[in-house]
């Protein structure tokens, strides 16, 4: 086994892995960006080295200071992770050739099923099910229309063949759209991937994303721990992700778990890996392989009791793995939500800062994966996934209601988060109905319902009700506790009553209860508006990012809604939209260009002025 392992990664997942190398006897080395000099994960690690500045291409994507800080410390192995260094078949080879352990599968396995038709071509001749469609490239939107004609019909998934996750994907519904998909998927792929190429599925109208954990070894076992469902996602970034899948029975459960051993084997691969499929009406079909261990991981882990961390680790060091299919057994359920710094009120807007007050939930069946503290910066540089709570429960209503009391007890002060959108889905219908709640989530109106409150402030001096505002309390009457509400003109010593007044979800705002909101009060929430922010005609930045696209012109008429730009933040593409109808009068930005939270975007004047 190995002495020090090196963590190619930052946040929870680089706490996580170095977790399971304690439990290993395994020493630990981190490796860090100047944004990321007070970290948990750097001061958690036995020992840690500086990669450079923030941007991840001269820190955690730099292949050779990473290798440096491994012969610095004389650590035997890497683990990547995941995103990053992970899925990059020449970091894998270049670690082999340095005669340090790659804590993954083999090079040639990344780069197998790094090319998506590559991938396709190679499970189909293993008898692998795929989505109806191409194996091969398509060249031009000409020969797609050939391929369609004859074979795979409308609706159409357009894909990029170096894509994965969502990224380079677009549906055409008939064949007008079918150029706008086709440059589209192609125009990503080229941006995020470098590689233009793209091939085309039959698209599937409503199905299920089911994917299977597997494990392999050096000793020619393959074995799989059941599904996923990580259907509740928002463009292609899961929000919720759940085991065992509802949809899923035992006997479709050895038969998809079959397929997936039997993909991993065809790719020789080793440690822990996830075939990604959808599945509808019963049927299964492979999508893709992601070559590391997941974000989601741990609902596996959950109700098999298997680490999968741990297991990765062994593989790679030669050992066999501790356990056989035949051992296996699934117990209860799991839920995990990601805590991302995102508005959900906003389009999911990222909402960087620093954490106030923090404190992580606990109990009974209670998980939390995180990689923050009181005082932590959560960066635009970076993904906003600030943590990952994680239940377990005998069934799925009482994991719900598990979940329900867990992201109650979480505080995370002055930090946007999803945990009013949660909160929020998880007492839905179609959750509880087992449903992927796509309409929910695309549901704009439902969204806004989840709008933070603004930090109450007294109004503008003339407005009508300026002076009244609502404040909470805890009191004390004879000794019994009360939460209670005032409204009326603000108190100048709120401040020496409360601590600082803490913008947040309304129903957290009574910063000395920190219960879960109650179902009354949730219904209060709507003080922040959607949206852009800003006042009156200005439609003003929620987010520090550079302009990708300018989607109108000055002078144009809008519609409430309408896109107005989209900004690149926290490797994802935001859409800002109209927050009103009116004529576009001003119009201070262009492609490319920098901005930062409360910028002016456009001023939106009403029509007619
Ligand atoms: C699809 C699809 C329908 N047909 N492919 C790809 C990446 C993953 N994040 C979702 N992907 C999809 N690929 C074909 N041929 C629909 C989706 C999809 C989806 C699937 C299951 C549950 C939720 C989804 C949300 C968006 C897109």
Known sequence: MFTKILIANRGEIAVRIMRACEELGIETVAVYSELDRDAVHVKRAGEAYLLGPGPASESYLAIEKIIDAVKRSGAQAVHPGYGFLAENASFAAALEEAGITFIGPPASAIEAMGSKTRARELMAKAGVPIVPGTTEPVASIEDARTVIEDTIGYPVAVKAAGGGGGKGFRVALDDSKLQDAFEGAAREGEKFFGDATVYLERYLPDPRHVEVQVLADTHGNVIHLGERDCSVQRRHQKLIEEAPAPAVDAELRARIGKIATEAAAAVNYTGAGTIEGLLQDGEYFFLEMNTRVQVEHCVTEMVTGIDIVKEGIRVAAGEPLSIGQAELQLRGHAIECRINAEDASKNFAPAPGSIGAYREPAGPGVRVDSGVQAGSEISPMYDPMVAK???????????????????????????????????????????????????????????????????????????????????????????????????????????ALNGAAAPGPAGEGAPASRRAPRRSERSGRGGGGGGGGGGGDTLSSPLQGTVLKVAVEQGAAVEEGALVAVIEAMKMENEITAHKAGVVSELPIAVGASVATGDTLAVISPAGE
Do not use: N
């Open 389 to 495: 709570l994680i239940v377990w429960d005998v069934d799925r209503e009482q994991a719900t209601a598990r979940m329900l009391r867990a992201l109650g007890e979480y505080e995370i002060g002055e930090l946007k988060t999803l945990l009013p959108f949660h909160q929020a889905l998880l007492q839905t219908r179609q959750w509880h109905d087992a449903e992927t709640c796509r309409d929910l989530i695309e549901d704009r109106a439902w969204l806004k319902e989840l709008a933070f409150a603004k930090p109450e402030k007294p109004a503008a001096e003339g407005e009508e009700g300026a002076e009244t505002v609502q404040q909470s309390y805890t009191v004390e009457v004879s000794g019994k506790r009360f939460d209670v509400k005032v409204i009326g003109p603000p108190l100048a010593a709120s401040g």
